[in-house]
């Protein structure tokens, strides 16, 4: 396996991990949070729900910039080379 697509691959399998403990640490927040009472709760979800929406973008664009890279070293070519080049054959 090429050694990027091997880092990038761990990378992601890393992130999954980290999410999977966290979502169990904010799963037993949350039952402490609901116990304590319902409207502390609610906003606790609230809050949850939107670092798990950062988190995502967060993931996404680190993603998207290994990829990127990645293919940048792999010399593929993008959208803009191929209508670049499919310009080039109409001429």
Same mark, same amino acid.
């Given at each position: 396996? #090429?050694?990027?697509?091997?880092?990038?691959? !761990?990378?992601?399998?890393?992130?999954?991990?980290?999410? *999977? #403990?966290r979502?169990?640490?904010?799963?037993?927040?949350?039952?402490?949070? !609901?116990?304590?009472?319902?409207?502390?709760? *609610?906003?606790?979800? #609230?809050?949850?729900?939107?670092?798990?929406?950062?988190e995502?973008?967060?993931?996404?664009?680190?993603?998207?910039?290994?990829?990127?890279?990645?293919?940048?070293?792999?010399?593929?070519?993008?959208?803009?080379?191929?209508?670049?080049?499919?310009? #080039?054959?109409?001429?």
């Open positions: 396996m #090429d050694p990027k697509m091997e880092h990038i691959f !761990y990378a992601f399998v890393g992130g999954m991990l980290n999410l *999977r #403990d979502l169990e640490e904010q799963k037993s927040e949350m039952k402490e949070a !609901y116990e304590r009472n319902e409207e502390s709760a *609610r906003t606790f979800v #609230d809050d949850l729900a939107k670092r798990g929406q950062e995502k973008a967060e993931l996404r664009a680190s993603l998207t910039e290994m990829l990127k890279e990645v293919i940048d070293e792999l010399g593929l070519a993008t959208k803009e080379d191929i209508a670049e080049l499919k310009k #080039d054959l109409v001429k």
